[in-house]
């Protein structure tokens, strides 16, 4: 079992920072993946970054050159550093965690909004 919970949402202006964290505990030597995704009531649950056991990184072509994902060794905190903030960015955040075995495990979310 792993247990996620994020952290690091809240109101900024557009041309701002935001540091999101995902604080992971249990079972977090069996994870070999971690994930950021976003979602907009009413809409699907988008994908937004990805970081690997291997240390390889993925974006979303939307936020590609913001955003930068980083995690520490043992896979106990995960973070989702983004910059220059758009309206658009304004969604509930959440993290997810991949075993080896292939179980998905979600964090509750954080919301973050950008706004003026």
């Known amino acids: 079992q792993v247990q996620l919970v994020e952290s690091g949402g809240g109101l900024v202006q557009p041309g701002g920072s935001l540091r999101l964290s995902c604080a992971a505990s249990g079972s977090t030597p069996i994870i070999n993946r971690m994930d950021w995704y976003r979602q907009v009531p009413g809409n699907q649950r988008e994908w937004v970054a990805t970081i690997t056991d291997g240390g390889r990184e993925d974006y979303a072509d939307s936020v590609k050159g913001r955003f930068t994902i980083s995690r520490d060794n043992a896979w106990t905190t995960m973070y989702l550093q983004m910059n220059s903030l758009k309206p658009e960015d304004t969604a509930v955040y959440y993290c997810?965690?991949?075993?080896?075995?292939?179980?998905?495990?979600w964090g509750q979310g954080t919301q973050v909004t950008v706004s003026s």
């Open positions: 997810d965690a991949l075993t080896l075995g292939g179980v998905q495990y």
